[in-house]
């Protein structure tokens, strides 16, 4: 098994399941490499993960973690790399901010306050 960390954009729109032990959500993500596009097919369970990968739409950039396996499609331009993951932590731009965001009202127990960026204290 390889433990991966893989940054894209979501390509389609994330589906959400039901399988026989819970509900699951499917993506797509398609990566650059530097001389290709490579797609990722994702599948998670964690119902955080899910729920993260539900918030996003078609274009948005994500990076996925998870358990990695490797295959080969056969396309009509002939063989083609594909990456199935398991993913198991989701992150995206929308989820940083929510937890600056969430930080901040930790350290500033729910006030603002003003603080002073210069290096001088002026």
């Known amino acids: 098994m ?6 894209g954009k979501i390509f389609g729109q994330p589906k959400q399941g039901q399988g026989k032990n819970g509900s699951y959500v499917t993506a797509k993500v398609r990566a650059a490499t530097e001389q290709d596009t490579i797609f990722v097919n994702v599948i998670c369970f ?23 396996t490797p295959r080969v499609w056969d396309s009509q331009d002939g063989p083609r790399p594909v990456l199935d993951m398991v993913a198991h932590a989701v992150l995206s731009v929308y989820h940083i901010k929510k937890k600056r965001d969430e930080v901040q009202g930790i350290r500033n127990h729910g006030r603002q306050e003003d603080f002073n960026d210069d290096v001088d204290g002026e």
């Open 46 to 68: 964690n119902q955080q993960a899910c729920s993260q990968l539900l918030a996003l739409q078609d274009g948005d950039s994500v990076s996925v973690a998870g358990s990695l």
């Open 2 to 7: 390889i433990d991966g960390l893989i940054a």
